[in-house]
């Protein structure tokens, strides 16, 4: 059974715009001082921060290498530097059943009461993260193609004005040839 | 005899250098006065009364140039010195311009520049051209050259650099006549009867794994992977085995630089500083969410880049005998490669077959010719070949 606070913040969770509550009601379900969200980058094979949550983490490289034993083994426990602190805490994460999101606690792990109804979303909001990941390169590519099309647009009016200048000079040219023919 | 003529001087002179360029190139040029003349100076010299001895010398039509980071000639190179390159004939003719207010942005900059466009009056001169050279500190450069090259209908090959200071990335100028100007560009139309050459080449390899940009503002890159950017160049160091200090990460900086990914090759980018929060500042924009490289390349590759592109120029001459060459090349190519960087000199001498050409190092080189509609380019060679 899914508590209906956990629900809740789950649905947090799911929107970037009410992420950064969602971590901290999920925290305070948990007992724990910080939730941190990750979702997996399948371009570059990296998990990074969930869409609207801080994206850069002090000692990133040791995050990295826990977030992979989090990837390999389903969960795994460490001492990490605190993002925002810098000292060591301990650190709690678990990832989804498709390896799309990972979740890590600090400083105190869910009881297990709450492990298992957060293991049982998880596979959602990974599938959630997944699109948003999806979303944002398409929005690059998106966005990159829109000022490609515009650059194209304006290139191809530049070049008409050319073409246009070109047959001018071509048809004053004509024009003097058969002046000169007819001179003669 | 050739119909246009192009001469070269180096000087490392610091009191009389204006007058001993001047001298030099009127000598080399039987006393006719130069058409065009083009001036890159350290900023270790005094930029009016340099100009000003070289207009007095040898009284050039038209002057322009630009403060750099190393200046070199086929027959000499150095930091603090002048270089220049005349030219003087029939078969070409030149116009300058000066656009001012490039801080703001390039619109009215440009805007002011758009008169110096003349080609279309020359029909009896159908190759154009145009040097541009900026004060690349202002900012805006990219932009300047995609609107310069839609503007100009796409029909000029566009090429140059930003102006430098040794490295110092404080003040950067461009010449007009005797006049220094910052926040400015300044343009040089050049019209030929013949095809004029242009070369564009890096020399850099991917060296590491996709990196995704998580956090970056402008020039600032906040994280990589969301690592911090400086830990990543730390990271980079200690798995290639290189040295890396940061507080004075620039000698790693000049070996390793960013390459964004655009799926057609890559855009490079030069790390200039770590500051404090551990962001890496860059010499031009690199956009969040952008799929980035580290990049590396060796003493041999900025050589085979610069010979290629001198290849690619006069290849652009289309069987014209060359009469001389405008060379630019990074900054940091100079920096990283030291003395070493008279190996590409000699690279680009070998190709051309003669000395005969002059440039300076530049903060970010510019070229638009044909296939190359990205026009702003980091850790690039340029070469812009001028037939006789």
Known sequence: MIPFELAAVFNQLN??????????????LAGAREVLLFGLDSEIGLYLPAPGLPQTLRDGNLWQGFLGECARDGSASARMPDPDLGDDTAAFGMTDGEGQAIVVFLTA????????????????????????????????????????????????AALEASRRQLQEANDAAQRELEQLRRAR | MALTRVVVSHSTARADA?????????????????DALIVFASPQHSYTALLEAIERGCNPRLMVGCSSAGEFSGGGSGDGTVSAMAIQGEDMRFNAALGRGLRAGQAAALDQLMPVFTGADHPAFPHRCALVLADALAGHTDELVDAMTLRTGGNYQLFGGGAADDARFQQTHVFFGTEVHEDAVVVLEMLSKRPLGLGVRHGWQPAG???????????????????PAADVFAAHARRTGQRFERAEPLPFFLHNVLGIDTGAGYKLRVPLAINEDGSVSFAAAVPAGATVRLMSTAAHSAADAARQATMAALDGLRGARHAGSLLFDCAATRLRLGRGF???????????????????????????????????????????????
């Open chain 2, 209 to 227: 794994e996709a990196l995704r940009v998580t956090e970056a503002e402008g020039n600032r890159v906040l994280s990589m992977n969301a690592i």
């Open chain 2, 342 to 388: 008279d190996g590409e000199l000699e690279a680009v001498a070998a190709a051309l077959d003669s000395n005969n050409f002059a440039g300076c190092n530049t903060y970010g080189q510019i070229a638009r010719a044909e296939g190359q509609f990205s026009g702003f380019h980091n850790c690039t060679a340029i070469v812009c070949a001028i037939p006789e």
């Open chain 1, 15 to 28: 929107m970037p715009a009410t992420r950064v509550e969602g971590t901290r009601a999920l925290a305070a």
């Open chain 1, 109 to 156: 792990r869910p009881a297990p009461a709450l492990d298992r109804p957060i293991r049982a979303l998880l596979p959602l909001l990974g599938a959630k993260l997944a699109l948003e990941r999806s979303a944002l390169a398409a929005e690059g590519r998106a966005t990159a193609a829109r000022a490609s099309y515009q650059h194209a647009v304006q290139l191809t």
């Open chain 2, 18 to 34: 204006g007058a001993a360029l001047a001298q030099d190139l009127l000598a080399k040029l039987d006393g006719a006065r130069p």
